[in-house]
């Protein structure tokens, strides 16, 4: 059974950084992507980042391009978000996503999903 599991969020000042991560288990060797999707309260989850497997490719969202950085590390089946320069606007529960097709930044591909971790931003 797959799992997903991140780690890394906390409360940090505007301005500020974090190093999101999710580890992997299972059997994961068919994913074709893997990325990072946040929700914020009252808002739809929307996908931040995700990177390609075997290209290795990222895709951001507008709204973090620059500031964020995804990294896949294949030897132990994890992921990273790299995030600088937070805003209050990155405040949200971060979720870790795998996908069989697609760019990992559409929740329609997304075929698992771990249980998120809070990145909270105060200005």
């Known amino acids: 059974q797959v799992q997903l599991v991140e780690s890394g969020g906390g409360s940090v000042q505007a301005g500020g950084s974090l190093r999101l991560s999710c580890a992997t288990s299972?059997?994961?060797?068919?994913?074709?992507?893997m990325g990072w999707f946040r929700q914020a309260p009252g808002k739809e989850r929307e996908g931040v980042a995700g990177?390609?497997?075997?290209?290795?490719?990222?895709a951001y969202a507008d709204s973090v391009k620059g500031r964020f950085t995804i990294s896949q590390d294949n030897a132990n089946n994890a992921m990273s978000l790299q995030m600088y320069g937070l805003k209050p606007e990155d405040s949200a529960v971060y979720y870790c996503?795998?996908?069989?097709?697609?760019?990992?930044?559409?929740?329609?591909?997304?075929?698992?999903w771990g249980k998120g971790t809070l990145v909270s931003i105060s200005s």
């Open positions: 996503a795998a996908a069989y097709r697609g760019t990992c930044l559409q929740r329609s591909s997304v075929a698992y």
């Open positions: 299972g059997f994961t060797g068919s994913f074709y992507c």
């Open positions: 990177i390609e497997i075997d290209g290795n490719t990222a």
